[in-house]
């Protein structure tokens, strides 16, 4: 062994503990950065002298020649990954569609003193009134108010539920564009990835990037992340290209299967899938379609499925959706009522004498729906023609008996034109709808609220593995640096030595 080997192996534990230091403090730079991993270096011993190869060791045994630092790896670990990336699909998907019933709830805001229950309440007890007096221009004024309140109540929601349609419509198109995005700057750091890894590097900060994107990407759909070598050359333990394909809710690939990105393809045409949204052409413009290179991946879960579930999408028995089912039942409720009203309206006899006219009827355009409903003008100008009387009255203007039979209709069971269902009248229909959406709401907080608590618990496990933990940063910054200085110690020692030897022998008796 060379007489200056003690020179070279302190020489590579400063190289090595100095790569630690540096390490340590791009570490500590990053503690703040999101999807950051810490990284650490992986200390290795140097081959020992003599080889042991060799037939006739100068020395019994092996010597160690010191430390090198063999590779800087990122601290990861990939089941984590996969149980963090597979709860926020859920998280997502829930997260999006609970908003959506938070504004409907909002929209229909029941019960309160300005909900359509509460209008229909004033309606039918106006109603009453005019039955008790029913020659009264007072009373018959306020059935025509009331009634108006009615029909704009049923205009306001049926506006309101459709504007927040359409900007869910909106939404779904950027979310579909920002998954997109993020599947070319995937492809984009793949294509670096392979650019390096042949050559013998870790790019352990292009890792995070991807991995950053891939979680984003996680809470849109459900995926599955795969990775093939990059080169044979390159190192083993690197992470190579990520493949991603579209899963269903349950982690298993779609028929067939959907790959959105191609890791062995990276930068090149065709190495993504880009997603797209087809929409209906008739007037309800429900989701027919969420593609994928041609394949259908409305079966995954995500934050735009959660959208699309909310906004509307074609199934096998018409459309359903949210918002497209409460739009179909505040029309066929508005229909049901305003064709009961008008019929009873019109076998009475109005305060002339005369046969009872339509007393609501639909704008031009949006016959049937909620909507379109309102009073008609000719009434409005002239309350006298609210048909009080009943129609087999002659001459008898006092008689309220048809305003009593027009009341009635609120809680009548057996609507023969358009039925609301069996034994189910308007006000329990309407009780009904509120109350299931009010269980709906509730059921998808709740879920909401789940999925939130196992994606915490899985992050925050996977936070113990990957962040940055200063306080530990702090204690291997010591660490190293003692390292160091007793490497530089030794050196010094050993150059001490040498000196001796070179300097001070032979000079006995001088």
């Known amino acids: 062994m060379s007489t200056f080997h003690g020179l070279e ?34 200390f290795e011993t140097m081959n020992p002298f003599p080889a042991g190869s060799r037939n006739r060791p100068e020395i019994p045994g092996q010597l160690g020649t010191g430390v090198q630092a063999g590779s800087v790896e990122r601290v990861r670990d990939s089941f984590l990954d996969y149980q963090y990336r597979s709860e926020n699909s859920k998280t997502g998907y829930w997260e999006s569609l609970s908003s959506s019933y938070v504004r409907m709830e909002g929209i229909m805001n029941e019960p309160s003193d300005s909900g359509l229950s509460k209008t229909m309440d004033s309606f039918w007890q106006s109603l009453q009134d005019l039955a008790t007096t029913p020659e009264n221009s007072g009373a018959r004024s306020v059935v025509v108010e009331r009634g108006r309140a009615v029909a704009e109540t049923f205009n306001y929601l049926s506006e309101s539920l459709s504007s927040i349609r359409t900007d869910l419509k909106t939404q779904i198109g950027v979310s579909v564009s920002d998954a997109n995005s993020l599947l070319r700057q995937i492809d984009g750091v793949n294509a670096q990835i392979g650019a390096l890894e042949p050559h013998g590097y870790l790019p352990n900060d292009l890792y995070d990037e991807r991995d950053r994107l891939v979680d984003k990407l996680s809470g849109m759909m459900n995926i599955k992340v795969s990775y093939d070598k990059s080169s044979e050359s390159s190192p083993d333990i690197a992470a190579g290209l990520a493949s991603i394909e579209v899963v269903d809710n349950k982690g298993k690939a779609l028929n067939p299967p959907v790959k959105l990105v191609d890791g062995t393809n990276a930068g090149n045409p065709g190495a993504v899938n880009e997603i797209s949204v087809a929409y209906a052409d008739d007037n309800t413009a429900a989701v027919t379609g969420l593609t994928a290179g041609g394949n259908s991946i409305m079966s995954s879960n995500g934050s735009i499925k959660g959208l699309i579930d909310a906004y509307g999408y074609e199934a096998e028995d018409g459309v359903s959706g949210t918002y497209t089912d409460m739009l179909t039942d505040l029309d066929k409720m508005a229909k049901t009522f305003a064709d009961a009203f008008n019929k009873v309206h019109r076998s009475g006899k109005d305060l002339d004498g005369k046969a009872g006219v339509d007393f609501f009827e639909f704008k031009d355009g949006l016959v049937g729906t909620a909507e379109g409903l309102k009073v008609n003008q000719d009434v409005l100008d002239e309350p006298d023609l609210i048909a009080a009387a009943p129609g087999d009255e002659t001459g008898n203007t006092g ?4 305003a009593s039979k027009l009341a009635e209709v609120f809680n009548d ?30 059921e998808a907080s709740r879920m909401t609220n789940n999925a939130n ?8 496990q996977r936070m113990s593995v990957s962040s940055v933990s200063l306080d530990e940063e702090m204690s291997n910054m010591i660490k190293f640096q003692h390292a160091y200085s007793a490497a530089a110690r030794s050196m010094t ?4 030595m040498i000196d001796r030897v070179i300097n001070n022998m032979g000079l006995v008796g001088r």
Do not use: C, W
């Not at 008689?399 to 048809?402: E, P």
């Not at 023969?416 to 009780?431: C, I, K, M, R, W």
């Not at 608590?453 to 925050?460: A, Y």
């Open 9 to 42: 192996m302190a020489k590579q534990a400063l190289f090595t503990q100095q790569s630690a230091l540096y390490t340590t403090g791009h570490n500590i730079s990053n503690a703040n950065t999101e999807g950051y991993s810490r990284q650490r270096v992986n």
């Open 399 to 402: 008689n309220g008996g048809n």
């Open 413 to 442: 069971t057996s609507l023969a034109d358009d039925p609301l269902g069996e034994n189910t009248s308007v006000n329990t229909f309407y009780q009904s709808l509120i109350g299931e959406m009010g269980v709906k709401a509730q």
């Open 453 to 460: 608590v196992l994606r915490s618990q899985v992050e925050n």
């Open 493 to 496: 020692t050993i150059d001490e």
